[in-house]
């Protein structure tokens, strides 16, 4: 005995439909892994660079917007009150 023709390409279908998504599914993991990959290089680049800055400008904050840059009070003991 089988199933009726038209109920066998219904689950057919749906098992070809399932596939394609794990399938996809797949493949962006496979984006994700170097997507998260690139993130850590540019974190990587961005931690070199601020060692370059600090070594020419000192610990600032610099504004994104303009590149204006405020030292930051590194010393602990003048922030003390007495």
Aim: hydrophobic residues 35%; aromatic residues 4%; glycine residues 6%.
């Amino acid at each position: 005995m089988k199933i009726k023709e038209e109920e066998l390409k219904s689950i057919q279908e749906q098992q070809k439909k399932l596939n394609e998504l794990v399938h996809n599914i797949g493949l962006l993991e496979g984006q994700k892994h170097g997507l998260l990959h690139d993130i850590a290089v540019v974190n990587k680049e961005i931690e070199d660079y601020k060692k370059v800055l600090e070594a020419e400008y000192g610990a600032i904050n610099i504004n994104l917007e303009n590149g204006a840059y405020t030292k930051i009070d590194t010393d602990v003991e003048s922030n003390k009150k007495d």
